[in-house]
């Protein structure tokens, strides 16, 4: 591959929220950048608590910075990544 260009893939985050708005938050946060959500996803794991799910498609530098973001917002309480490699080994 030349210089430069990087190659888009599939990435899943597992986030843990600390409250609905929290949710709301990650998704203002998707909103207008370069990558493509192609799931979302998000269930009450208790004490208020919500688990969210996300696929996007983009390079390895727009992931480092979405997870970045996300791990700085006060809303996160846990952020976790499977690469496309990852997926397409559990279907």
């Known amino acids: 591959m030349p210089p430069g260009q990087s190659t888009t893939n599939t990435v899943r985050l597992h986030l843990t929220v600390t409250d609905v708005l929290g949710v709301q938050r990650v998704l203002t946060m998707l909103t207008g950048r370069r990558y493509a959500l ?52 559990t279907g």
């Open 38 to 89: 192609t799931r979302f996803a998000a269930t009450g794991a208790g004490d208020g608590h919500w688990r969210v799910t996300l696929d996007v498609l983009a390079d390895a530098d727009q992931v480092e910075l979405l997870a970045a973001r996300l791990d700085r917002s006060p809303s996160v309480l846990t952020l976790g990544l499977e690469s496309g490699a990852a997926l397409a080994a």
